[in-house]
């Protein structure tokens, strides 16, 4: 059993969510920095889930967070990412749809990102397959969305009218994520013989 708190501004686990709600997702300014690391996180191997009409900030790590998520459709979101990223897809995540997302301004680092290292990941599991992402128009017309591919492959999609595509080569993320790995499972085995919780790995 773990204990750790979590550092989401909003936390979604639950399969079949629906949340149509024209709504703005902003953290409180004085806190989020330094206290909530994505605004919206799905996961906990959730499917199903159909989110629309929300406009979300971010001032840390990423606006949306999705780990080991499947088939869930995201619809008209308006994204602020000043942190980050806006959009960070992971955990073998499968068959989900961005449509009519729209970036404000781009992050720190990148717009979307896919496939990067998560605490369950293992040695020859699926890459983040089947996604897509398609573009609405917004005032800003020729802001660049950045995207950047680890464990992810070809099938995911990406329709938007100036885009940038890192890959990162397999010969560089996997020996990065075998070491994530084996830090992670030797961390554990530390915090369980201090009778500590360990960090979730399934």
């Known amino acids: 059993m773990s204990s750790f708190v979590d550092k989401d501004y909003r936390s979604i686990n639950t399969s079949g969510f629906q949340d149509f709600a024209v709504e703005v997702i902003d953290p409180p300014h004085l806190y989020s920095v330094h206290k909530f690391d994505n605004t919206l996180k799905l996961s906990s191997r959730i499917r199903d889930v159909l989110i629309a009409n929300k406009e979300i900030y971010n001032y840390r790590q990423g606006c949306v967070d999705a780990c080991r998520v499947s088939y869930s459709f995201l619809d008209r979101l308006t994204l602020h990412p000043f942190g980050d990223f806006g959009v960070k897809l992971k955990g073998s995540a499968v068959g989900n749809r961005f449509a009519d997302l ?28 089947m996604n897509s992402f398609r573009a609405r128009p917004t005032d800003e017309g020729d802001l660049q969305v950045r995207v950047i591919l680890w464990d992810a492959d070809e099938t995911n999609a990406f329709s938007f009218p100036n885009l940038k595509i890192t890959r990162v080569p397999k010969f560089v993320w996997f020996p990065y994520f075998l070491l994530r790995y084996a830090q992670l499972r030797a961390t554990n085995f530390i915090r369980k013989l201090a009778g500590k919780p360990v960090i979730p790995t399934k």
């Open 102 to 129: 729209a970036f404000i301004r781009q992050a720190k680092k990148y717009e979307i990102e896919l496939g990067q290292f998560d605490n369950y990941w293992y040695p020859g599991r699926a890459p983040t397959r």
